[in-house]
C-alpha cells in the first residue's frame, strides 16, 4: 500500500465535503467530485476538479474514496449498488455516526473488498485544510500510515488505533467537552455581563484560565486511570463552598444556575459516596452508572 | 506611591498563605509573616521570613499587607481591633468571597486610611510562585500599578479595572468554567473508558481540542456583545442532532447523561426562543433570566 498520485475521489459535496475537496485541490491532489446534485461539483471543477458524471466514474478515478454525506445509512444507500466497485479502494468514511455504525461500516467495506477507515472532522468547514486541525481516525495502522500524506492535506491526521469506531466515540467525547465548556463559557459571561464586562473582555481570560484547567486534566487523568484521586490540590468538599458562591453570585444577577446547581449535585453525590476529600476527579465514579 | 523595599506582611498562613510568603521570600522581598495559630509561621521563618508576635507587630513591619484568610467575615473580625494601624497601608486581600464583601471591604480599609485592593488566585497552592498563572486584581490602578513589581513575585498579575469586585466576580464566572469543563472532560472520559481507551490517552487529544474551542469562543465573544449570533459555521439546530448521538452512545455504555441532558435542554429552549439557525453563542440569551 502506498499513497499513489492517482488522487482522490470526494463523495458528498455540502458544507464539509466541498471544504475537504477544496484542500485537497489546495495541496495538488488530483481530485475527482461527485455529488447527488450535480451543481455542487461546479464550483470545485472550477477550481481544478474532475467533476465525474456518476459515482460509477468517480470510484474509478481514484484508489482513495472519502465521503462525507448527511449519515451512514445514505452513505450506505449510495455505495450498495456500486459495491463491486469497491474492491481494491480504500475508503475514508468522515461521516458522522455512533462507533457501530463505524464498525458495521468497516465489515461491509470489508466484505467487498475495501480497506476502510472511519474518521471525525475536529473542525467547522471553514477550519479544513489547516495544520492545527485535527482529523481523528481509526481502522487499521497500515492503511493509515500509507495514506498519511493525503490525509494531511486536510489538517492533522491522529490514528486512534484499529477498532474503526474510536474515532466516533472520540468525536461524542470531544464534542460533549465542547458543549460543557462553552456552556461554562456563556454561563460565565453572563456573570460578569451582568456587570457590564463585555465578553470580548472576559474571554481571553477565560481562555487562558482553560489552559490552567488543562493542567488540572493532566494531572487527574493517571487518578482516574488508577481509580484513586487524592485531593491534595483541591477537594470535592472545597469545591462545593466554591460553586455555592458561584451559585449565590449568578442568582443575584439573574442568571440561569441549571448548570452549577446540576454540577454541585453531582459533587454531594461523589461526596455521599466518600469523595469529599478527594480530588475532582472522583465525580468520574458517579458517572459511571 | 512606589513599591519600597521594606517588604510585605502576610496574613493567615494555611496552605495558599503559607505559598504566598514563601513565593515572597523566593523572590527576596523581606516577609513579614503572622497566622492566628503561630506554628503555621515555623516554617517560613526556617526561610527567612519574620515572625511577628502579634498582628499589630506585622502590620507595624510593612507597607503592603496580604491577607489571605478563611472568609471575608474572619479577616474583618481579624482588623477591626487593629483598624488604626492601617492609615497609609495598602491593604491586598486574597480572601475568597464575593463582589459585595470585597466592595465592602475595600470602603471601610478607605475609612481607616488604607488602598485597597482585591484579588483573586487562579492556581492551588502548588501552582503559586509561576509565572504563567494568573492572579486577578482590582482596585484603583495606580495603587495596582505601583506594586505589580511585587505581586509579580506571586504569578502574573493581571488587572481588571477600578471596582473591587471584579476580581470576585471574575474568580466565580472562571470557577464556573472550569467545573464545566472538568465535568465534561470527566463525561468524555468515562465514555471512551467505557471502549477501553485510559485517560491518559484520551486527555492529551481532549486538551489539544479545547485549543480549538478556545478559537470558538473568541469567535463567539462578539456576537454575545453584539447580541446577534450568526450560524455560519454550527447552528443550534445541528447541535441538538450532534447532542443526540453523544447521549445514545453514553447510554449504550452506562454513562450518566444528566450533563449533556441539560445541554440538550438548554439548546432546545434556544431554538424555542428561535435561535435554531444561530450559533452556539445565542444560548446566552436562555441563561440571562
Redesign the interface.
Known amino acids: 500500500m502506498n499513497t499513489d498520485d492517482r488522487g482522490v475521489a470526494v463523495i458528498g459535496l455540502g458544507s464539509m465535503g466541498s471544504a475537504l475537496a477544496a484542500a485537497l485541490l489546495d495541496s495538488g491532489h488530483p481530485t475527482t467530485v461527485w455529488n447527488r446534485s450535480a451543481e455542487k461539483a461546479a464550483p470545485l471543477a472550477a477550481r481544478g476538479a474532475r467533476a465525474a458524471a456518476s459515482l460509477e466514474e468517480a470510484l474509478a478515478a481514484a484508489p482513495v474514496v472519502l465521503a462525507c454525506v448527511l449519515d451512514y445509512d445514505v452513505l450506505r444507500a449510495l455505495l450498495t449498488p456500486v459495491a463491486g466497485s469497491l474492491a481494491g479502494k480504500v475508503l475514508v468514511n468522515l461521516t ?4 457501530e455504525q463505524a464498525r458495521e461500516m468497516a465489515s461491509w467495506a470489508g466484505s467487498h473488498g475495501a480497506d476502510y477507515l472511519d474518521g471525525a472532522i ?6 479544513v485544510g489547516t495544520a ?3 482529523f ?1 481516525y481509526s481502522g487499521p495502522d497500515a492503511v493509515f500510515e500509507a495514506h498519511r500524506p493525503l490525509l494531511s492535506a486536510l489538517g492533522d491526521p ?1 490514528h ?1 488505533g484499529g ?1 474503526p ?2 474515532a ?3 468525536d ?24 457590564k ?4 473582555a ?2 481571553p ?14 494531572t ?3 487518578q ?2 488508577a481509580g484513586r484521586y487524592p485531593g491534595d ?2 477537594t470535592v468538599d472545597v ?1 462545593i463552598a ?2 455555592g ?2 451559585i ?3 442568582s ?1 444577577r ?3 444556575n ?3 446547581e ?2 454541585k ?2 459533587m454531594e453525590r461523589a461526596r455521599a459516596a466518600g469523595h469529599g476529600s478527594d480530588s ?2 472522583s ?2 465514579e ?4
Do not use: C, N
Open positions: 458522522s455516526g455512533s462507533p475536529m473542525t467547522t468547514p471553514p477550519g492545527e486541525v485535527m481523528l491522529l486512534l477498532d469506531g474510536l466516533s466515540l472520540y461524542a467525547a470531544l464534542l460533549g467537552l465542547m458543549w460543557a465548556t462553552m456552556t461554562g463559557w456563556l454561563h460565565g459571561t453572563a456573570l460578569v455581563g451582568a456587570e464586562t463585555e465578553a470580548t472576559f474571554t481570560v477565560a481562555i487562558r484560565w482553560l489552559s490552567t484547567v488543562a493542567v488540572f486534566l493532566t487527574y487523568a493517571p482516574v486511570d490540590d483541591a469545591q466554591a460553586i458562591h458561584l449565590h453570585a449568578a443575584a439573574g442568571v440561569d441549571a448548570l452549577p446540576l454540577l449535585g453531582m475532582y476527579a465525580l468520574i458517579v458517572l459511571r452508572k
